[in-house]
C-alpha cells in the first residue's frame, strides 16, 4: 500500500495519502488545526489548489473556518458543535490554540499544541491502518485542576455536496442493527448511548453520502469509534451545506477531571472513505478489523454449542454430558455451557457474584466435565457474567458499597441485578482473581463474558471523582481481558450483553467474536446480520441454530433455512439437540461439514450484500475467496407464483470461469457479474439456497 505523510512548512500544511485517498489538514494564522481536504486521491501538489473558501457577505456575524476546524473547541466566535470542552480552575472555558510541533513515524503523526495561557497540552493522533485512518486525542494537564466537560477523539469534516444522507442503526434487545438511511437534518443530530455499555439502542458508526451511493457505487464516508461504554456521536449541518461528524466517550453530565500531572488519553475514533459505495466501505472496515483490530483474526472460528436454550438453569453434570455427546458427533468443536452451574444460581433471582462450582450439580467441580469435553474432541467454554451481583448473594451481602450507588437513593434492580464498579481497584482485582484461577485450574478453552444491563444510580460516594467510574469501568474490563488473554494464550472470549448490547471496535480488540443478538429467529437475523456487517465482519458474527418455534417470535421455520442463515457467521448451534429427530440430527451433521468446508471463505472473504433483506423477492449474501466464492440465498415469503429474478454476483474475475460444485455447470465470470446466476429456491415460504462456486 502506498502511505505518505508529508509537511510542508511553508503553508504548514500535513497531507496524509493512500492508495484510495487522501486527508490533509493545515495551520491556521491563529495556530488553530483546520480541516482542508478528505476524499479521493490527490497529490500534496494538487492539495494545495485546495484555498480557503472565498468570505461571503454575510461572515461578518460568522467564523470563517466554523464548521471546518479540525477538532472544534470552545472560544472566540465559534459557535459549531464542539469537540472539546475545558473549564480552567480561574472559571475561563475559552480554549486559545498555541502549535507546539509535530512528529512524523512510519504510519503515525502527532501534532503538538498547547493553551495560549494555561498549561494544558493537546495532542492530535493520527495512524494509518490499510483503508482506515485512526484518530485520537491526548490531554496533559501541568498545572491546576482543569475539568474536561467535553473530550471528543476527532471531528470529521465532510466536503460541501448538494446534499448528505445519513445511515446508522437502532434496535432494542432481541432487535438489534436496524439499518436506517435518511437525510442528515439541519441542526445537530446525535446519536448516544448513556447506558454505560455500547447498547442495543444504537451503535458508535455513522455512514454519510450525498444521497446518490449505492451498495456498489458512489462516495461514502464513515466513522466509527472503538469503545464500549457509554459514547456520543453528533452530526452537525449547516444551510449552506457544512456537514461535520464529532465522537468521543462520555456523555451530557459527566466531566473528566485533570490534576496537576495527569493524563487523558480519549479512544480511537476512526474513519474510512469509499468511492465504491456502502459496500466499499463496509469491506474496508471489515478488512481493517481482521488486520488491526481482532486478536487472532487469522483463526478460524470453531463451530460452537450452547447449552442455554436446550436447559435454560437446569444445569447438571449429567445432562451436559449427554449435550456434550450429541454436539461432537454432529462436528462441533466447541462446547459452551451457560448459566447456572455456580453458586445458588438456580434461576435468575440469585448467586450472581459467588462464582464457586454449585456441587450439588457438579459434586466433583467442573474438572470431570472439561475432561469428558475435551476427551470428545471439542474445546470447553463456559458463561460468565463479572460484572454484575444478585443481591441475593454472598457476595453482595459483603460487599454492598462495590456496587454502582448514591447515598440516600434506591439501588434499582433490572433482571434483579446491580453493576458492580470495576473501577474501583479492589473489585477489578477481585474480579481478575476468580476468573484467572476458573480458567487456570480447569482448563477453560472459551468464556462467554456475558452483561445483561446498564448502569443505573452511577454513583461512587467514596471517591473524589465519581464521573470517572464512567471511564474507569471499561477500562478495567478491558484490562482484566488483556491480563487473562496474556496470562492464558489458549483463551478465547465472546463478547455479549443480553445479545449484541456491547458491540464496537474496542471490544473486539480483546474478543474473538460477538453474540450478535439473543433473537435467533432466522428470519428476524437476516435484519439484523444485515445492519451488523455495515461495519464488523462475519468472523466475529456468533450465529445460532435453535429450536422451533423460536422462543422470541414464535415463528416456525426450516431447519435448512435456519442453518443457511447462521454458516453466513459464526455458525453455532442452540437448540435441544438431544430432543431432535434421527433426520434434523442427520441434516445437523452434513451442514456442519459443509460449513467446515466453506467458513475460510465465509470467515476470511470479501463480503457482498448482493441483495438487502426483503418481505418480497430473493436476498441474498456473497462471500468471495481467491479459489472460491459461496452464495446464500433466501425467500422470506412466496407471491403470486412469480419466478424468481437472476442474483448477479460481484467480487469474481471477469476472465475466469467457475464451476457450482452442486450441478457442476460452469460459468464465466464476466456472465456472473453481468447476467447473473439462477438460484433454485424450494417452494413456499422462507426457502433458501447455498451456492458453492469453484475458480478453475
Not at 79 to 94: K, M
Not at 477 to 505: K, Q, T
Not at 540 to 553: G, H, L, Q
Request: proline share 4%.
Amino acid at each position: 500500500m502506498t502511505l505518505v505523510i508529508a509537511f510542508d512548512e511553508k503553508s504548514r500544511l500535513w497531507v496524509l495519502q493512500t492508495a484510495t485517498w487522501t486527508y490533509a489538514l493545515q495551520l491556521t494564522d491563529e495556530d488553530a488545526p483546520r480541516h482542508v481536504y478528505w476524499g479521493p486521491s490527490l497529490t500534496t501538489e494538487q492539495v494545495a489548489d485546495v484555498t480557503r473558501p472565498s468570505t461571503a457577505w454575510w461572515d461578518g456575524f460568522n467564523d470563517p473556518d466554523e464548521g471546518r476546524e479540525e477538532l472544534a473547541v470552545d472560544g472566540g466566535t465559534r459557535y459549531w458543535t464542539p469537540s472539546l470542552q475545558v473549564r480552567f480552575a480561574d472559571g475561563t472555558r475559552a480554549l486559545e490554540w498555541a502549535h507546539t510541533g509535530h512528529e512524523i513515524g512510519g504510519d503515525t503523526l502527532r501534532i503538538g499544541f498547547r493553551d495560549r495561557h494555561y498549561p494544558l497540552r493537546i495532542d492530535l493522533h493520527y495512524r494509518v491502518r490499510g483503508d482506515v485512518l485512526e484518530r485520537w486525542v491526548e490531554l496533559a494537564n501541568d498545572g491546576e485542576p482543569v475539568e474536561v466537560l467535553r473530550a471528543d477523539s476527532a471531528a470529521w469534516v465532510l466536503p460541501e455536496r448538494a446534499d448528505y444522507r445519513l445511515s446508522h442503526v437502532v434496535g432494542r434487545w432481541a432487535a438489534e442493527s436496524q439499518l436506517r438511511r435518511e437525510s442528515v437534518a439541519e441542526g445537530e443530530t446525535v446519536f448516544a448511548s448513556r447506558r454505560g455499555i455500547t447498547s442495543h439502542h444504537a451503535n458508535p458508526w455513522v455512514m454519510l453520502d450525498a444521497g446518490d451511493a449505492s451498495e456498489t457505487h458512489g462516495e461514502v464516508w464513515s466513522a466509527a469509534l472503538a469503545w464500549s461504554g457509554s459514547w456520543r456521536i453528533t452530526t452537525t449541518r449547516s444551510i449552506d451545506g457544512r456537514v461535520t461528524v464529532t465522537g468521543g466517550f462520555g456523555q451530557d453530565g459527566v466531566t473528566h477531571r485533570l490534576s496537576q500531572g495527569s493524563v487523558l488519553t480519549t479512544p480511537v475514533f476512526a474513519g474510512a472513505f469509499s468511492e465504491n459505495g456502502f459496500g466499499g466501505a463496509s469491506r474496508a472496515w471489515h478488512d481493517y478489523t481482521l488486520a488491526h483490530v481482532l486478536p487472532h483474526a487469522d483463526e478460524l472460528r470453531p463451530v460452537l454449542y450452547n447449552s442455554w436454550e436446550a436447559t435454560a438453569f437446569d444445569v447438571n453434570e449429567a445432562g451436559q454430558r449427554k449435550l456434550a455427546a450429541h454436539a461432537a458427533s454432529l462436528g462441533v468443536e466447541l462446547f459452551v455451557m451457560d448459566d447456572g452451574w455456580f453458586g445458588s444460581r438456580t434461576s435468575d433471582n440469585a448467586g450472581l457474584g459467588d462464582w464457586v462450582v454449585n456441587r450439588d450439580r457438579f459434586p466433583d467441580g467442573l474438572a470431570p466435565l472439561v475432561g469428558e469435553v475435551h476427551r470428545l474432541g471439542m474445546k470447553f467454554g463456559l458463561w460468565v457474567e463479572p460484572e454484575m451481583v444478585n443481591p441475593d448473594s454472598d457476595l453482595y451481602r459483603a460487599h454492598p458499597d462495590w456496587v454502582l450507588h448514591h447515598p440516600h437513593r434506591r439501588r434499582s434492580e433490572l433482571r434483579r441485578q446491580l453493576v458492580l464498579n470495576f473501577a474501583r481497584d479492589d473489585v477489578a482485582e477481585w474480579a481478575h482473581g476468580w476468573l484467572d484461577a476458573l480458567v487456570r485450574d480447569n482448563g477453560i478453552d472459551f468464556l462467554k463474558w456475558d452483561m445483561n444491563r446498564p448502569f443505573s444510580e452511577a454513583g461512587w460516594p467514596d471517591d473524589e471523582d465519581p464521573d470517572r467510574l464512567w471511564t474507569g469501568h471499561s477500562q478495567a474490563v478491558y484490562s482484566i481481558m488483556d491480563r487473562l488473554r496474556a496470562d492464558h494464550p489458549g483463551l478465547r472470549i465472546e463478547s455479549c450483553s443480553g445479545g449484541g448490547g456491547r458491540i464496537d471496535l474496542g471490544i473486539l480488540a480483546r474478543t474473538d467474536q460477538v453474540w450478535t443478538s439473543d433473537n435467533t429467529d432466522a428470519l428476524d437475523r437476516l435484519r439484523i446480520q444485515h445492519g451488523y456487517t455495515q461495519v464488523y465482519p462475519a468472523r466475529a458474527m456468533s450465529a445460532w441454530v435453535t429450536d422451533n418455534p423460536n422462543f422470541v417470535t414464535g415463528r416456525s421455520t426450516p431447519l435448512a433455512f435456519r442453518f443457511h442463515v447462521a454458516m453466513a457467521g459464526v455458525l453455532g448451534i442452540g437448540g435441544n439437540i438431544v430432543e431432535w429427530s434421527e433426520d434434523d440430527l442427520a441434516f445437523a451433521r452434513e451442514q456442519i461439514a459443509l460449513y467446515k468446508e466453506i467458513r475460510e471463505t465465509v470467515q476470511h472473504g470479501a463480503l457482498y450484500r448482493l441483495q438487502p433483506p426483503s418481505a418480497s423477492g430473493i436476498s441474498a449474501v456473497q462471500y468471495v475467496s481467491p479459489a472460491r466464492t459461496v452464495v446464500f440465498a433466501y425467500r422470506q415469503s412466496g407471491h403470486f407464483n412469480l419466478p424468481e429474478r437472476r442474483v448477479r454476483l460481484q467480487g469474481l474475475d471477469p476472465t475466469a470461469r467457475y464451476r457450482d460444485s452442486g450441478s457442476g455447470t460452469v460459468h464465466h465470470g464476466a456472465v456472473l457479474l453481468s447476467h447473473g446466476i439462477a438460484i433454485d429456491l424450494p417452494k413456499g415460504d422462507h426457502g433458501s439456497a447455498l451456492v458453492r462456486l469453484y475458480r478453475i
